[in-house]
């Protein structure tokens, strides 16, 4: 692998890159990221990067707004600075979720993010479980998406009880269900979900019989925990056992998601680490980290 490269991390999620640049051999890029006074963003690059391939590792989590702008100064910092190639690691897409108009007078917040970033001189962009894959066509530059199915599934499949079964919490997440159940060697249900409310959904209808079951509900994120909620509760209902694990690419874990997960039934939470866990004592959940995956992808490109 050739050494004409540096990663930087943003301040997002400083671990992971620390882990990607462990698993490379090579430590972080030297740079400074400040608040001025009223609030606005100062990222300085403190070692060259002309003529050098740049990787930038910043998931746009929460507050998204501040990691989104961080990114874009310090993809611009490296346009400015003749970088030769500028890739944007973003494990966790943010604004990945208002890829439609679904009412009048809407933005399409992708759409925008995806030409802000085009426009700021990133050249490719590496990502993990994009909260839909079509959100590649905002974008002129490649995108590469990287699926964390393997890392969840490895780690899950000696603790998973007998008989369990995969678990859709909608009709849109089937395909990643249908990879765990493929992975695990197992079957999958779906539930119809309805969401009422920002952080309350409702679930319709469940397709499939889960009597008796014990369940791995899978998702691409946790944000409120609504959707994991209501999925626990109407499983129960069918009759599944009360041997509920979770687990989920992103874990936003927003305030109350933590109350909504802690239910008798729920043995276990699995994410990864593409978001920063904040709430560090919490025994029933457990991190893995994306590292080895994305410190791959960056081997790829480089060979
Ligand atoms: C929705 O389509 C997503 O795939 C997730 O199910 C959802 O964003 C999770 O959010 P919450 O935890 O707030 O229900």
Redesign the pocket.
């Known amino acids: 692998m050739k050494n004409d490269f540096v990663i930087f991390a943003g301040t997002a999620n400083s671990e992971l890159a620390v882990k990607v640049a462990r698993k490379l051999g090579v430590e972080l890029g030297a740079c400074t990221i400040e608040r001025f006074p009223d609030g606005e963003t100062s990222v300085r690059l403190d070692e060259p990067v002309r003529k050098r391939e740049v990787f930038i590792i910043q998931p746009t989590a929460p507050p998204v707004n501040e990691h989104l702008v961080e990114l874009l100064a310090f993809a611009d910092s490296c346009r400015r600075a003749s970088a030769a190639h500028i890739t944007a690691i973003i494990p966790y897409f943010g604004y990945a ?1 208002s890829d439609k108009r679904d009412r009048e007078r809407v933005p399409v917040m992708a759409s925008m993010v995806a030409d802000l970033m085009q426009r700021v001189g990133i050249h490719h962009v590496i990502t993990v479980d994009m ?1 839909t894959p079509q959100l590649e066509g905002f974008f002129r530059i490649p995108v590469d998406e990287l699926a964390a199915v393997n890392v969840l599934a490895d780690a899950l499949r000696d603790r998973l009880p007998e008989q369990t079964i995969v678990v859709s ?2 009709v ?2 089937l395909p990643m269900a249908a990879e765990f159940a493929r992975r695990l060697d197992t079957s999958v249900v779906v539930l119809e979900k309805k969401r009422e409310s920002g ?1 309350e ?1 409702k679930v319709m209808h469940l397709v499939g019989d889960v009597r008796e079951r014990p369940c791995l509900i899978i ?10 909620g209501s999925g626990i509760e109407a499983l129960l209902e069918a009759g599944a056992r009360p041997e509920i694990i979770v687990a989920a690419t992103h874990g936003l874990m927003l305030t109350g ?1 933590r109350e909504k997960l802690s239910h008798e039934s729920v043995r276990e939470v699995i994410v990864t680490d593409t978001i920063e866990a904040t709430d560090k004592d919490w025994p029933q959940l457990r991190v893995v980290s994306v590292a080895p995956l994305i410190a791959d992808a960056i081997r790829e490109l480089k060979s």
């Open positions: 979720r909260h919490p909608d849109g997440r952080t959904t998702d691409d994120m946790i944000s409120t925990g609504g959707t994991m998601a």
